[in-house]
Structure formats: C-alpha cells, structure tokens
C-alpha cells in the first residue's frame, strides 16, 4: 500500500497496523509502520513508551455502547486520563510528525495534549458536530 501511494504521489504517509489487529497506532503493545517519506517507504515498529505513555490493556479501549463511547469522548476532550485518550495522543503523535509539525513522537504527545488541554480540540469537534447534523 505505501508503495502504491507513492507511485501516486504521495509525498508522506504512515500506514499502519497494531499488533493487537487494530488499524491504527495501538497503545496495547508494538505496532508495525510503513513510513513514506522523502520519496522512499521504510519498516519501523512504534510502541507507546516511545512517546512517553503508557501500555494499556486491550480491555481498556475495545468501546461499549453508543454512549458509552459518548461519555469516554467527551472525558477524553475534557482532559480526563484514561486509555482512549492515550491511544488518540499517540495517533495524534503521529499524524504531527507525518505532517511535520514535530520531529518525535513525545513532541506530538505534547502538542496533542496542549490542543485537548486548552480546549480546542473539543471545540474543534463541536463545530465539526454543527457542521454534520442534520437539522
């Protein structure tokens, strides 16, 4: 896939896949990444301590009910510690750094937590909401 995006054009991208079998960066164990960048694709295997967080167990993010998951969203943009919110800091790591925003992982980690810790995340997704519902 990351071969492909790069003989589309691609100019950077991580594609990635946890070891827990989830689609994204996982905060559970390792995770294995395809890095486009610089016109090249690269093999590295990301784990949560290499930006600073913790593992957590899978049971901490496998989700519940629509709003279950509601109520675990809206602690996260709160600010509240748990699991989820660490999994959305390390994506959120990374998605910084494919972007250059940040050199490291533990720098996005940073950047991420001031967005969410300031606020503006969660007014980010409150205009996404307005934009998106339907009247």
Known sequence: MAETLLALGSEAAWLVHGS???DELT???TSAVAVLANGTVTDLEV???DAGLPVHPFEDIIGGSPEENGKAFM???AGQPSAYRDAVLLNA???LMIVGK???LRDGV???CISIDSGAAKGKA???AALTSVA
């Open 126 to 128: 409150t205009s996404l």
């Open 27 to 29: 905060i559970t164990g």
């Open 93 to 95: 790591a990374a998605a």
């Open 110 to 112: 940073a950047l991420a």
């Open 20 to 22: 827990d079998g989830t």
């Open 102 to 104: 940040v050199e490291t």
């Open 47 to 49: 784990h949560p301590e």
């Open 75 to 77: 602690a996260l943009l």
